[in-house]
């Protein structure tokens, strides 16, 4: 799954990770870490890409859909996040 950021930043540039997590009926979580993107969030508006691979035995249904860009800091902390609510 390819998933768009779309990012405006009226302050200097700040280092961050763009975080991604799917969320089941049972409240099982499913993200990939690997894929976290580190970055440097520039001044502006700007569109981030990165992916969230899926493992081939999920189960079919609707998930939870929660975006996250975490500032990277002396101490991982959610600068913005967004529920997107749910998604097949």
């Known amino acids: 799954m390819v998933l768009d950021y779309v990012v405006r930043n009226d302050g200097a540039p700040v280092p961050v990770q763009l975080g991604a997590s799917l969320f089941g ?20 508006t700007t569109v981030y890409r990165r992916s969230l691979r899926l493992p081939s035995d999920m189960p079919a249904g609707r998930y939870r859909l929660v975006v996250a860009v975490w500032w990277l800091g002396n101490e991982k902390r959610s600068i913005a996040s967004a529920d997107c609510g749910e998604r097949l």
């Open 25 to 44: 009926r049972t409240g099982h979580e499913y993200f990939d870490p690997r894929s976290d993107r580190k970055l440097w969030l520039r001044t502006g």
